[in-house]
């Protein structure tokens, strides 16, 4: 089966949206053996050429230089792995997908510009923008704990810095924007980005199930913004804990940049599957539990 994937970030710039969708194709292409049966691939487009992406050494490189918005297109799936007889391979059938995947990547002080009402972007550039956020089948949401304007963590580039308040304003206006525009529930990955930077242990413990990520989001900025995602029945959302640029000496391991995206993934291929195939579909690994 084939299905279009689109996933719109939101994010100020100095986020990690880009090194999010590249840290996501190193992961996947480096780090997962198959499960149950099933390999995860990615390839570029053609649906041929396997996707290699080797440890960037700048923020510039990952975004190849450009100043504005990027769209990265790859196809990304699960197919049976080895020899399978007739029977193993029905009941893999239900979770054999091919996705034609559309990264949507703008610029972050644009992206923040959209929700705040303020106008330094052309009308054009501001109704692409909008127009990848509210069409896209997917959101994810990065919060950043080094943008916060009291933060002590090493950001490493220029950039703004805000309030609490303001980070959850934007949050909401941009949630809102989606229900209205949109008119229909929406999907948001929350996440929460440069774990790295954070004690090893507490990360851990938050990382033990959702109700100890939202306590990690919490601390960091304020029982007002976990609330406001509570309070929004009308869409589905997840929290995550993910680094993008992780180090481990001198290799590159982001932790965690995968499983929102499976999770996505995951709830699309549900949408379309009847009830009888939906008993036979094999889960993504998106829990620690399951990897």
């Not at 644009?110 to 997917?138: D, I, P, T, W």
């Not at 990690?216 to 509570?230: N, Q, R, S, T, W």
Request: aromatic share 10%.
């Amino acid at each position: 089966m084939v299905e279009d994937v689109s996933i719109a970030f939101w994010g100020p710039k100095g986020s990690g949206k880009s090194s999010m969708i590249y840290s996501f194709g190193y992961a996947v292409t480096r780090k997962y053996e198959p499960q149950n049966g099933l390999r995860v691939f990615l390839r570029e487009i053609d649906g041929k050429t396997p996707v290699f992406i080797d440890k960037p050494s700048s923020i510039k490189e990952i975004r190849d230089g450009t100043e504005d918005y990027t769209i990265k297109n790859w196809k990304i799936g699960r197919t049976p792995e080895g020899r399978l007889n007739p029977i193993a391979r029905h009941l893999k059938r239900a979770s054999t997908f091919t996705h034609d995947i559309a990264f949507f990547d703008d610029k972050g002080a644009r992206l923040v510009e959209l929700v705040n009402g303020r106008k330094l972007f052309s009308e054009q550039q501001f109704a692409r923008a909008r127009s990848m956020l509210v069409n896209a089948h997917n959101t994810i949401i990065l919060l950043d704990p080094s943008l916060l304007d009291d933060s002590e963590l090493e950001v490493g580039v220029e950039v703004s810095k805000y309030t609490r308040d303001e980070y959850r304003n934007f949050v909401k206006t941009l949630c809102r924007m989606i229900w209205k525009e949109r008119n229909a529930p929406g999907r948001f990955a929350v996440c929460f980005t440069k774990s790295d930077k954070l004690n090893l242990g507490r990360v851990e413990r938050a990382k033990a199930d959702d109700e100890n990520k939202w306590g990690l989001i919490e601390d960091e900025f304020g029982p007002e913004m976990v609330a406001f995602f509570h309070s929004q029945v009308q869409h589905e959302i997840k929290p995550f804990i993910v680094s993008s640029m992780k180090d481990d000496k001198d290799a590159w391991d982001p932790d965690d940049v995968e499983l929102p995206i499976f999770w996505l993934l995951e709830k699309t291929e549900l949408e379309i599957l009847q009830p009888k195939q939906k008993k036979r579909y094999l889960k993504y690994p998106i829990s620690r539990d399951s990897r």
